[in-house]
């Protein structure tokens, strides 16, 4: 006779154990990656309904009433619900419209995490909590507009997308001078691709996307990455080895890239949300005015908001986005 041979139950049951030990260890971050995937394609996504229907519109500005006594408080304000109403329902599907002090209403959560996962903050209802560098009022001779302190709008979107609508009806319409970006920013759309589900972090479930300039508005959706370059490059460099700026973001993952002009000038606008410093520093872009070394690139400083041209070989800060 054959003897039959087998798996005892102490052997089946430390197999199990094993597999269940691996697929714990294993399964969070590949949820995570299908995750972020799932994330950034809606975002893509999303990006481009809201670019086609602001590019629908004549313009950006002067929307709704903002106006304010002699102290600076708003005494009307129906900026934001104004733009969603009378200008983005008109080329937008949405389903649901919540005014100012009503954003959970349209699935806005009550806290976001930032970028970096380091600190969980209130979140936003008007400009100044976006981010307080917006009310400077820089701007230089031959810049137009200003930025209204206007309380926050939301929407919801047929998609399950809850958006927050923070709106600038005084912004300008200049694309060439350079100096101040906070008069350029339209309208600035926070997001949060599922409501209150979590994460509701900033890079995963949130993230935001800015309109500039009141005509031919330019709508940018940058995804930053979440850390900046370790040390201050040069935007461009001839020495052979040298690391430059768009050097500095495949160094740290292949799919990432030097932002644009506007792309920086968003991460200024969310730098709250990104948790990035606000010191006295400048962002290199990707958008060059002049080729080589002794060319000139446009850079953003997160301070003031000034945004300007200037040699490419001297040294910034670099904080990459996703391609």
């Known amino acids: 006779m054959k003897k039959l041979k087998g798996f005892t139950l102490a ?5 199990l154990a094993i597999i269940g030990i691996v697929a714990a260890i294993t399964l969070p971050s590949l949820l995570v990656n299908v995750n972020e995937k799932a ?3 809606q975002k893509k996504a999303l990006h481009a309904r809201l670019a086609q229907a602001i590019g629908q519109m004549n313009t950006l500005g002067g929307y709704g009433t903002y106006t304010e006594d002699e102290e600076g408080t708003a005494t009307v304000d129906t900026a934001a619900e104004s733009f969603i109403l ?9 389903n649901n419209v919540c005014g100012p002090d009503k954003l959970s209403s349209c699935g806005i959560p009550s806290k976001i995490t930032t970028l970096d996962a380091v600190s969980e903050i209130t979140f936003p209802t008007k400009m100044s909590e976006l981010n307080a560098k917006l009310l400077n009022g820089n701007r230089y001779a031959g810049e137009s507009g200003d ?5 926050a709008a939301a929407f919801e979107t047929v998609n ?10 005084l912004c300008g319409s200049d ?3 350079n100096h101040y970006s906070q008069n350029k920013m339209c309208v600035n759309f926070v997001y949060d691709l599922n409501g209150t589900e979590g994460p509701n972090q900033v890079g995963k479930d949130v993230g935001f996307i800015t309109a500039f300039y009141n005509k031919n508005p330019v709508v940018v959706a940058p995804i930053p990455y979440s850390t900046n370059y370790n040390s201050q490059v040069p935007q461009y460099s001839d020495a052979d080895g040298a690391v430059d700026a768009p050097a500095a973001c495949k160094t740290m993952a292949e799919d990432l890239r030097l932002p644009d002009k506007d792309e920086v000038a968003s991460l ?3 730098a709250p949300l990104i948790n990035l410093g606000q010191g006295s520093i ?8 002049s080729l080589g070394a002794s060319g000139q690139a446009w850079r953003q400083g997160f301070n003031s908001g000034n945004r300007d041209r200037y040699t490419r070989s001297a040294t910034g800060f670099v904080r990459c986005i996703k391609k």
């Open 11 to 15: 052997e089946v049951l430390i197999t």
């Open 39 to 41: 994330w950034d394609a």
């Open 86 to 94: 009378d200008a983005l329902s008109k080329v937008y599907k949405i």
């Open 147 to 151: 930025v209204a302190d206007a309380k």
């Open 160 to 169: 399950g997308e809850s958006i927050a609508v923070f709106y600038n009806p």
């Open 175 to 177: 694309t060439t001078v």
């Open 268 to 270: 200024f606008v969310n």
């Open 282 to 289: 400048f962002f290199w872009s990707g958008s060059v005015i």
